[in-house]
Structure formats: C-alpha cells, structure tokens
C-alpha cells in the first residue's frame, strides 16, 4: 500500500504563488508517473500536469505558462510550482502516482484546497 502525502495549499491572493507538494510512501516498488489533478466546483477532475520518472511532462494548456511541475526520485517526492494564480484557478487539488512491481496500481491523494481571492 502506497500513501500519498500532500502540502502546501491554502488561500493565496490573485497574482500570488503557491507550492504544492506530495511524497509518496509505505509498500514502494517503483514509482513511475507522477502528477497533479484538480477538481473545481461543478467540473470534473481535469488533468493538471504529469511527469514521468525520466522527465517527460505533460501540462495542460490553461496553466502551462504559468505552473511547473518537477519530481525529486530519490525522495518519490513530485512538486507543483503555481505563480500568478487566478481565481479560476480555485479547486481541490490531488496527488497521482503509478507504483510497479509485476502490477501496476495507481493512487491518490486526499487533495488539499486551493483557494484564490482577493
């Protein structure tokens, strides 16, 4: 069993920055993707940003100018560095993960709120 842990949101003003991070621990294997998802009121979850062990990153195009995401391996520890932040931006955030052995299983964080007003 995985457990995914996260920090660093909370409420932040428009323009402001924030950094989301998550550590993956407990029954590792080998974790392989990692990413951020975010789910806004009245939305469905939506893919934030991913990155895979090796580097590759996937960013959605409405926060790619403005978010960068990054992963410590030695640490299975994944970040999420938002700047300029809008009020649409406002969502709970989740922490993925893909752990391998033999099986391939994916987990999830407990999502932390973001929150952005003036």
């Known amino acids: 069993q995985v457990h995914l842990v996260e920090s660093g949101g909370g409420l932040v003003q428009p323009g402001g920055s924030l950094r989301l991070t998550c550590t993956a621990s407990g029954s590792i294997f080998s974790i392989n993707g990692m990413g951020w998802y975010r789910q806004a009121p009245g939305k469905q979850r939506e893919l934030v940003a991913t990155?895979?062990?090796?580097?590759?990153?996937n960013i959605a195009e409405s926060v790619k100018s403005r978010f960068t995401i990054s992963r410590d391996n030695t640490k299975n520890t994944v970040y999420l560095q938002m700047n300029s932040l809008k009020p649409e931006d406002t969502a709970v955030y989740y922490c993925?993960?893909?752990?391998?052995?033999?099986?391939?299983?994916?987990?999830w964080g407990q999502g932390t709120q973001v929150t952005v007003s003036s």
């Open positions: 990155i895979s062990r090796g580097g590759v990153i």
């Open positions: 993925n993960a893909e752990d391998r052995n033999f099986l391939s299983r994916i987990y």
